[in-house]
């Protein structure tokens, strides 16, 4: 299997398309090989063999693997080459122990306060309480108020029934092919009520 | 001040702890964080809060990992927010415009600079999750199983991640940098 040199970023040709496809299954073995002897041995003894065994007889497949294998050290050179320069600025340790030091400061101030807040409700508690209890003894040592005699119930012999009657006349209005006619109708209504007999007696 | 003494140290918040906490990890934890989210201000906030967090749940540590390893996990933890927070960024037109435009530089410049810009320009264009591995394997030298367990994810995943980042690495770094070692991007019949 014979791999062209490509330039990196650009498209895969329709035949070198092919041949990603073609060496796929072996692409995830290819991977293995760039993480070193050590932690190649997650891979199970067989595929191992079935990969050394390929790569023994597979010149493409020994020179993608000896690329990865290349871009992965180079990777890791770069990293460090990259950051190499980089130094955690000397105020990031003062800020840390800054902030340290207000959250240690702010919890005693949280604890005077509180402190404070108990020494003062001592007496407002005693006082709230005193006043509690003289409450209490003005409410349950007074003489208890007499309750108002309850009204006899009502017997129905003392009550009269009145019934009333009334007429309401309604006018009403409607088009009928193209004259107005009107009409007047009553409507008698009747209401029940009974009342004491005493009331009906002034009536 | 071995480990223990410092993370003891760390529990009673001693500042000569956190001092010696930022001389022998800060570098390490910044230059790591420029790498996974590829601006130094945003790193050095991150770092910064990240030693805030580390003093803050040092009784939580319990010694099952380095040191470092811990600071790492709560750094990258932070690397998440602040991703996943730029996301919901909306993106303003004008002050888009407003930005200056990025300067050309020459292609054919091979210094530290050009090469971090660009190492810096591949490494954004990934995803968060590709460019953790990466970050992980070629910078910090962690082993597929390391990294599977710093990100409580499958080796198999870590390998699959680590193929593509690698993948689109090497399809968009410039060929000038010459990461390929002494024979380029050619590959030659042996």
Same mark, same amino acid.
């Given at each position: ?203 | 001040?071995?480990? +223990? ?20 990890? +800060?570098?390490? %934890? ?14 050095? &906030? ?26 790492? +996990?709560?750094? %990258? ?7 996943? &927070? ?5 993106? &303003?037109?004008?002050?888009?415009? *407003? ?19 660009? %190492?810096?320009?591949? *490494?954004?264009? *990934? ?6 591995? *990466? ?37 968009? %770094? ?11 991007? &050619?590959?030659?019949?042996?």
């Amino acid at each position: 299997m014979h791999l062209p040199p490509r330039a990196p970023g650009s498209p895969l040709s329709p035949s070198e398309g092919e041949r990603a496809r073609e060496r796929g299954p072996f692409a995830r073995l290819g991977s293995w090989s760039q993480w070193g002897p050590k932690s190649a041995r997650t891979l199970s003894p067989d595929a191992q063999a079935a990969a050394e065994r390929h790569l023994s007889e597979c010149p493409a497949c020994r020179q993608m693997v000896e690329r990865e294998r290349q871009f992965a050290l180079s990777l890791t050179d770069s990293f460090h080459r990259a950051t190499a320069s980089l130094r955690l600025p000397p105020e990031v340790q003062r800020r840390v122990l800054m902030t340290l030091a207000e959250e240690r400061r702010a919890p005693e101030a949280g604890q005077a306060s509180f402190f404070s807040w108990v020494r003062l409700a001592w007496p407002q508690a005693l006082a709230a309480s005193v006043l509690l209890l003289l409450a209490g003894l003005f409410f349950f040592t007074r003489a208890p108020v007499p309750k108002p005699a309850s009204a006899p119930p009502r017997r129905a012999a003392d009550e009269v029934l009145v019934q009333l009657s009334y007429i309401v006349p309604t006018y009403t209005f409607r088009h009928e092919d193209g004259f107005v006619v009107d009409a007047l109708i009553y409507q008698t209504n009747v209401v029940s009520e009974r009342f004491p007999a005493e009331l009906a007696r002034l009536h | 001040m071995d480990e +223990g003494q410092l993370v003891q140290g760390l529990r009673c918040q001693d500042p000569l702890a956190v001092q010696e906490m930022v001389a022998s990890h +800060g570098d390490r %934890l910044f230059r790591s964080a420029s790498l996974l989210c590829g601006n130094q201000a945003e790193a050095q &906030d991150l770092v910064q809060e990240t030693l805030f967090q580390a003093v803050r749940s040092a009784s939580r540590f319990r010694g099952g990992s380095s040191i470092y390893t811990w600071l790492h +996990g709560i750094l %990258l933890n932070l690397t998440r927010h602040y991703h996943r &927070d730029r996301k919901r960024m909306v993106y &303003d037109e004008k002050l888009a415009r *407003l930005e200056p435009a990025p300067q050309e530089e020459h292609p054919s410049r091979l210094d530290v600079e050009l090469t971090a810009g660009a %190492l810096a320009d591949a *490494l954004a264009r *990934l995803s968060g999750p590709h460019r953790e591995v *990466l970050v992980l394997r070629f910078y910090e030298d962690m082993k597929i199983h390391e990294i599977a367990a710093h990100l409580g994810i499958s080796k198999g995943t870590v390998k699959s991640r680590l193929h593509y980042a690698i993948a689109e690495m090497q399809r968009r %770094l410039p060929a000038e940098m010459n990461l390929f070692g002494a024979c380029g991007t &050619d590959v030659k019949e042996q």
